[in-house]
């Protein structure tokens, strides 16, 4: 008989009990389940709610629960529904009627709300340590790297010289912001919901705060509606972890432009590498495209946790239920790109010498001369036009900026002089871009410096 089945006079179709059990993908939470039935029978025994031989037999039994399901000794119940029913239902085989008095003051409904929230708060510090692992990594490579040039890009065009110390850098602030995102979603997860029963709290003298230390939360929720129709704190993880995913999705496409022998730029690692069943010359950037390809998987996640919720009147409904598998998706999918992403990153060969060559091409000093000129006192729209021109007629004779005599360049402007060419150096042009988050090497070891701190700033919060 089900622990709710009373009010029933028949039992359920099978067919509704296949489709209506969540055990196959809730069981997850075992732990989670059997440590807040722990503190909240204590609170209990405390209380003077059930006695306290009651309350030790309960927390012994659970104990014994725990051990056999660590150990692959328990078999879970499709007809028990949920993890929650099956652990009560264990409970009780073992230990008789006393098992029934574990659910005195409580709810499913706020039980599993208080699931999530401690499985959440553990996954985001999983999360959190897997990008900080990341972060690390970069500062890394952007101290190996903080004087290779390299050319950057607007509209996949080469546009100015940068290094690629300073390119990593970019990435690290992007990682610290979804850092700064987790921490912002964890501590609204830290909120315990226990105590709010199926939706009006209960008449029983609960102390919600002494469950809520116990089980390291920050606080209780403070209306019990809400305590146990919220899910607000899944789908912000979710959008969390989609724009981490986002971030992760543009670096692996640069890793794969980089690795084709049109840009040449860096060489993955054969441990993160395949090849083709048919062409033997063949080293494809499969991890990188599958992290790319992972990424519409997790807004998936976010798309179906907020179409599940956007319509629901307070307080549960069963429509939650499929809160799980979508967050539970995100979480093991972004861990999952972390996790190989990483060494990924690590273990790339770099071609200084291509980047070098690629930063000398396509006039990636032309906004030098034009800045040049400027400082010459020639109004900057004016030079831009000057320059534009000097560029085309460099295309026209197949010759660089660096390729134009003295004489072609003042007959562009008489101002120039003979320091043109120490202007337009590709290294000085880099070196001189010293403002505070500019790719001078000076410049990005400041970066790299405020980065180490900031990064050990932010893993505090996940302590």
């Known amino acids: ?78 007809g028990a529904e949920d993890i929650h029913m099956n652990i009560e239902k264990l409970l009780t085989e073992r230990i008789g009627d006393v098992g029934r008095r574990l659910h005195t003051a409580r709810s499913r409904n706020d039980q599993v709300a208080l699931d999530i929230r401690m499985y959440l708060k553990e996954e985001i510090c999983a999360t959190a340590d897997l990008l900080a692992r990341l972060e690390e990594t970069l500062l890394k490579l952007a101290k190996r790297y903080i004087v290779t040039v390299m050319p950057g890009y607007t509209h996949l065009q080469r546009a100015q010289p940068v ?28 909120i315990m919901p226990l105590g709010s029963g199926a939706l009006a709290g209960t008449t029983f003298d609960l102390d919600r705060d002494a469950v809520a230390r116990e089980l390291g939360f920050a606080g209780i929720t403070e209306n019990s509606l809400d305590g146990v129709s919220d899910r607000d704190f899944a789908i912000e993880f979710c959008a969390a972890a989609c724009i981490i995913m986002m971030h992760l999705s543009r670096f692996c496409e640069e890793i794969i432009l980089w690795s084709s022998a049109e840009f040449r730029f860096v060489e993955l690692d054969d441990a993160f590498s395949t090849g ?69 990153v690590e273990t790339l060969t770099v071609n200084e010498t291509a980047m070098a060559q690629a930063a000398r091409g396509g006039f990636t000093n032309a906004t030098e001369v034009a800045d040049y000129l400027a400082k010459k006192g020639v109004p900057f729209r004016k030079a831009h036009e000057i320059v534009g021109k000097l560029v085309l007629d460099c295309i026209k004779k197949g010759k660089s900026l660096e390729d134009l005599a003295l004489e072609e360049y003042r007959e562009a402007s008489p101002v120039i002089g003979p320091d043109i060419y120490d202007a337009i150096n590709i290294e ?12 001078a090497p000076e410049a990005v070891a400041e970066s790299i410096k405020k980065g180490q701190v900031l990064l050990e700033d932010i893993k505090k919060k996940f302590v």
């Open 428 to 439: 000085k042009c880099v070196a001189a871009r010293k403002v505070p988050g500019g790719p």
């Open 1 to 78: 008989m089900k622990l709710w089945g009373g009010r029933f006079t028949k039992g359920t179709d099978k067919v509704v009990e296949d489709f209506h059990s969540s055990i196959s993908f809730d069981q997850r939470l075992y732990r989670q389940d059997i440590r807040g039935s722990v503190a909240h029978a204590r609170m209990l025994g405390r209380q003077g709610i059930i006695s306290r031989e009651d309350t030790e037999r309960i927390i012994s039994g659970l104990t014994e629960i725990l051990a056999d399901i660590e150990t692959g000794r328990v078999e879970f119940d499709v």
């Open 276 to 344: 083709s069943s048919i062409m033997p010359q063949k080293k494809n950037p499969d991890v990188a495209e599958l992290i790319r390809g992972k990424t519409g998987r997790v807004y998936g996640d976010l798309t179906a946790l907020l179409t599940v919720m956007k319509s629901l009147p307070l307080a549960y409904n069963k429509d939650m239920q499929e809160d799980k598998e979508a967050l539970f998706d995100a979480i093991d999918t972004v861990k999952g790109c972390l996790l190989v992403f990483t060494p990924m």
């Open 163 to 190: 290094t690629f110390g300073h390119h990593l850098m970019a990435y690290f602030q992007m990682f610290a912001r979804d850092m700064g995102r987790l921490a912002d979603c964890l501590e609204r997860t830290d």
